[in-house]
T-cell receptor
Framework: SQQGEEDPQALSIQEGENATMNCSYK?????LQWYRQNSGRGLVHLIL?????REKHSGRLRVTLDTSKKSSSLLITASRAADTASYFC????????????FGKGTTLSVSS | DGGITQSPKYLFRKEGQNVTLSCEQN?????MYWYRQDPGQGLRLIYY???????QKGDIAEGYSVSREKKESFPLTVTSAQKNPTAFYLC??????????????FGPGTRLTVL
């Protein structure tokens, strides 16, 4: 029961450019989380934004949430080669008995 | 060091065999999860546990079994009934229960290949 869908599926940029990834979901949520996964590794939590928040920052990361459009975006500013990874959004549904639901991810490649 | 560990890193299984993947955490987290990841895909939830001796099926539990005898440990058995078990398996844990929707901490994963 995947709810979040990331867009684009893949993104290639040069170092120093900004990278924007989007996540759309279907049902109302408690919060939305973004994770990063380096190739062949486990996921690392980046940021959590609650349904009553519109924007959150963490270092070079900026996350927005628009609950009316059921969408979120993750912006990475001044990208570095080390940002090369897959990025997943995960939605926490407002539905009892349902665990966190992960999307299929956006693969970001940053070349130097 | 606090964290979550998985072993082995790579596992090869012959068809018809059961195999058990280990997951241990020393974060004192109540909730633990098992996910399966196929190439180019997101994570699909297999099983999760919110407390010792209790666990719930996720979206793709068929062919898998789990146990939670200790808070620190949540092993996953891939049985011979799982038709296509070749995948990357990830274990995670979180504070509170699964419906607190707190951030999840992931292990490094186990890559299972069926020969």
């Amino acid at each position: 029961s995947q709810q979040g869908e990331e867009d684009p599926q893949a993104l290639s940029i040069q170092e120093g450019e900004n990278a924007t990834m989007n996540c759309s979901y279907k049902t109302s949520i408690n919060n939305l989380q973004w994770y990063r996964q380096n190739s062949g590794r486990g996921l690392v939590h980046l940021i959590l934004i609650r349904s009553n928040e519109r924007e959150k920052h963490s270092g070079r990361l900026r996350v927005t949430l628009d609950t009316s459009k059921k969408s979120s975006s993750l912006l990475i500013t001044a990208s570095r080669a080390a940002d090369t990874a897959s990025y997943f959004c995960a939605t926490a549904p407002n539905q009892a008995g349902t665990a966190l639901i992960f999307g299929k991810g956006t693969t970001l490649s940053v070349s130097s | 060091d606090g964290g979550i560990t998985q072993s082995p890193k790579y596992l090869f299984r012959k068809e018809g065999q059961n195999v058990t993947l280990s997951c241990e955490q020393n974060l004192n987290h109540d909730a633990m999860y098992w996910y399966r990841q196929d190439p180019g895909q997101g994570l699909r939830l297999i099983y999760y546990s919110q407390i010792v001796n209790d666990f719930q099926k996720g979206d793709i539990a068929e062919g898998y079994s789990v146990s939670r005898e200790k808070k620190e440990s949540f092993p996953l058995t891939v049985t011979s009934a799982q038709k296509n078990p070749t995948a990357f398996y990830l274990c995670a844990s979180s504070i509170g229960n699964a419906y607190s929707y707190n951030e999840q901490f992931f292990g490094p994963g186990t890559r299972l290949t069926v020969l």
